[in-house]
């Protein structure tokens, strides 16, 4: 009875704290756009994490555009606009937003939502077995010019697609973005980091001593692939997808994308820029 109270309460908790917050934003207008309850998805939940990683893609953002204003920034699966709320400095005087995503309801929200004269949400008619698994299932491209973006975004997309998807949409990448664009990508990158986070047996009890979450530990092969791994519980595997190191050659290689940062993760138990591993690419 009480978690039923509490979960009636906390939207109109929420919504009289965001209207009662906005009063007093001074310097970070942009976390206006933070939307209510109801449509904060992608796993995080609470306003003060979507304002923390909203702060944490400006960051990335800042350092990695040469170009501070005016930049055409390209979102793939901007669900309710995370990264479009870190976007808005860097497109301001002339530059443009598109977010794109397989969830119609995710780009019905962002029309409504983001009235800005620089931004816009195309909802992508393909299918992806977690997220939209009634729609076309033909890979196809982006409805995007060749070489007309500054920078491609993707937070948490890597992370839902298999071999064969992976492989063509970071083609994508190169193909969208003008030369010497950079793209932002998360993973979940299996590298000696990750393994080295691996829960170890005692050989006396026989009980694991890391506090690794078992939760993400990628041991089954994704549709049989060697390099695109899943835990052992997902219902899909593109619930959740972890990448191999020789699986990131695969994709540099099929794209022509050249790797020039790389912000390990803080799920691998050590400290990091967010909870999945950034990855920072360059035609």
């Known amino acids: 009875m009480k978690k039923e109270l509490i979960g009636k309460l906390f939207p109109l908790l929420d919504r009289i704290f965001r209207s009662i917050d906005k009063k007093h934003i ?11 309850i109801k449509y904060r998805r992608g796993g995080k939940l609470s306003y003060a994490e979507w304002a923390h990683v909203a702060g944490i893609f400006q960051t990335i953002l800042y350092q990695n555009l040469e170009n501070k204003t005016a930049n055409n920034i390209l979102d793939i ?11 808005e400095p860097f497109v301001a005087e002339g530059g443009s937003y598109t977010g794109l995503d397989v969830i119609k309801s995710s780009i019905a929200f962002c029309n409504r939502h983001f009235d800005l004269p620089d931004y816009s949400f195309i ?3 393909v299918s992806n077995p977690t997220y939209a698994s009634t729609q076309s299932s033909s890979l196809k491209p982006w409805p995007v010019e060749d ?10 997309v890597w992370t839902h697609l298999n071999e064969k998807d ?32 691996l829960p170890k047996r005692s050989n006396e009890s026989g009980r694991f001593h890391s506090t690794n979450q078992n939760r993400w ?33 695969i994709l540099l290689n099929n794209s022509k994308l050249k790797l020039i940062k790389y912000y390990p993760g803080n799920w691998k138990e050590s400290p990091g820029a967010f909870f999945q591993d950034i990855l920072i690419f360059e035609k």
């Open 26 to 36: 001074k310097r970070t207008r942009n976390i206006r756009l933070i939307p209510g």
């Open 77 to 87: 699966g901007c669900g309710t606009g995370l990264l479009g709320i870190s976007s």
């Open 123 to 125: 909802h992508f008619d």
């Open 147 to 156: 070489e007309s973006k500054d920078m491609v975004t993707a937070l948490s």
């Open 166 to 197: 992976a492989i063509f949409y970071f083609q994508e990448i190169y193909r969208v973005l003008k030369k010497g664009g950079k793209a932002v990508v998360t993973f979940f990158y299996l590298d000696e980091n990750y393994h080295l986070s």
């Open 217 to 249: 530990i990628f041991e089954a092969k994704a549709y049989g692939s060697d390099n695109w791994y899943t835990p052992k519980w997902t219902k899909n595997p593109e619930d959740a997808i972890g990448i191999t190191p020789e699986g990131l050659k």
